[in-house]
């Protein structure tokens, strides 16, 4: 944002040098990147930050200046002498959009004279980088570097049927810009039209066919407020930026409009010598609310860590155009100015008492007191699973929480629910909340592919979104994706679990989500009564060349179970015994009800139990199947006999009998 300062100085008095200026404006955080002489004035070069709208004008910059210090803002004068003829009688101005055009103004004036503007005008243009066009171009644009808003000036002959309608795009129309720029509008612009086409892009800019020429005698004056976003959309869409879009982007103060207008009608009277219109159309949608907070003064001098009198606090706030509603010992209850937009909370109150203040007058050392958190045992397994899977070489990936509609994306886990729907969504393609890790993770894999990466080792640890009644119920996962068999995975998270300190048994149970695994196998992971997570081998239709493997579990439910105490245990000094079984059991047996039956025997001295096989041959009955595991055997005290483990053994056979069916197997 380029200022002059002669220009600034006009409305508020102040005796600091252009250099001393820069250096009270950079002090309360408008930073003051150059300051350059131009012909008999100076050009100050301003970085504004995108929350102070406020100050993309010179009003706005004499707020800040009036502020610092301590005088009033002078406000051009706005009154004129207006005609007989109203406005209805020329044209008639529809809001179709109301939304995104919450206000619109309009005036008209006639039997102008289009010539060079005033030398002072000029001059004041050509200080900020300008280039002086007409009078009433120049007017428009230095009521915008005045006030921060923007206007546009049509060509009221030009403008068909004499009609204004506010309204979006419609298929197949096209606008030539004052730039030059053809551009093809689609559905979702907002557009001011005629009676028969589009004659501006709202909030971007006018068109050819109706901007103010040599031959122009009457104009229609726009000011208007168009939402942010939509600007914002447009503008990159057709690659078409200006000093309005800019402004608009950022968002322009509701009750500035009229006055904005005015002046602008003003200054065409004075130089052009036009009547204007004896009423003006002003279409509001809605109700604008202004905002109201109160400020604890207890609280400003515990964030500051100094004490400031809470006269100076309201001195301040005054001075920064700030309505005190109300005002005691422990109290002050402010109204938001409108052009302050970004000022909603009691702490935004306390910065800008503090950036006028003076950051360097509140001392170095102060009561606050800084304490270190210690992490929470969620943060802890975190970590440690991060870690974990660092250490085996797999590459930590993070992916969007807002996916697209595609059926792969509607994939859910961990809810029979349907996917959580973004209401405004900030592009229409994607507009809902995940509800799986593993979707991304697969186009992660799949962009590696297509740039020459074939084998990839990825997790990501974030959180999905499940339907809740009121809002969103969040749930932190962890998702793998490798180029391994389930098996290994398997073995991977299996030693996850032991590196956690959990000792609870997990129960594979079979599972079938035929867009994400392989048939007959995947399986879901049974803690307890709940899945902790789901673990397969990729699907062949995700296109995959090599044997591919999918995980996804629970994180949650694995930091309430984990244990990070340790305890030290003796090293066995007496000698193991192991024994190899066989057992023939019927197909829908699961080893995880073997191994149950097993560790619930309670025999002696049982220290593992290890799976290692399972067989169906010519020598395996139909509808029966082999399963092969070792028995570990141990005692802390002695050496065990033959005799101790036979009768363990025993037992055990007997209990897999007795519950399963299950038969030894013979050589």
Known sequence: MKISYHWLKEYVAFHLSPQELAERLTDVGLVVADVKPVEDDFCLDIEVTSNRPDCLGVIGIAREVAAIVGGNVHFPETNYVLADAGISQTIAVTVDEPILCPRYTARVIRQITIAPSPEWMQKRLRCIGLRPVNNIVDITNYVMMETGQPLHAFDLDKITEQKIVVRKARSGEEIVALNGARRALFHNMLVIADGKKPVAIAGVMGGKETEVSETTRNILLECAQFEPRQVRRTSRELGIVSDSSYRFERGTDYECLDRASQRAARLIKDCSGGEIASDALDIKSGRHETKKITLRVKRLHTVLGTEIKRDLAIDILNKLSFTILNDNEDFIAVEVPGFRSDVYREIDLIEEIARIYGYNKIPVKTSISVRGNTKSKYEVVEDSVRQFFIGLGFYEVKTFSIVDTAPLQSVNLWSDRVGVEIANPLRLEESRLRTSLLPSLIGVKGHNLNHGTEHVRIFEIAKVYLAGDKLPQE?????????????????????????????????????????????????????????????????????????????????????????????????????????????????????????????????????????????????????????????????????????????????????????????????
């Open 475 to 667: 749930k932190n996962c962890l998702s793998l994706l490798a180029d391994a068999d389930f098996l290994t995975i398997k073995g991977v998270f299996e030693s996850l679990t032991r590196h956690l300190g959990i000792v609870l048994s997990c129960e594979w149970l079979p599972f079938i989500e035929p867009r994400l695994f392989r048939n007959e196998r995947a399986a879901r992971i049974q803690m307890g009564s709940a899945p902790v997570g789901y673990l397969g081998e990729a699907s062949q239709e995700l296109g995959f060349k090599a044997v591919s493997c999918l995980a996804e579990i629970d994180l949650d439910l694995l930091g309430e179970k984990a244990n990070f105490a340790r305890k030290y245990q003796d090293l066995p000094q007496y000698p193991a015994v192991f024994r190899d079984l066989a057992l023939l059991v019927n197909e829908e047996v699961t080893w995880s009800s073997l191994e149950r039956c097993i560790m619930n025997t309670g025999v002696d001295f049982l220290k593992e139990l290890k799976f290692f096989d399972v067989y169906r041959g010519k020598q395996i009955p139909a509808g029966k199947k082999s399963v092969a595991f070792s028995l570990c055997f141990q005692a802390k005290d002695r050496t065990l006999t033959g005799e101790e483990v036979d009768h363990a053994q025993q037992i055990i056979v007997a209990a897999l009998s007795g519950t399963v069916g299950a038969e030894l197997r013979k050589a």
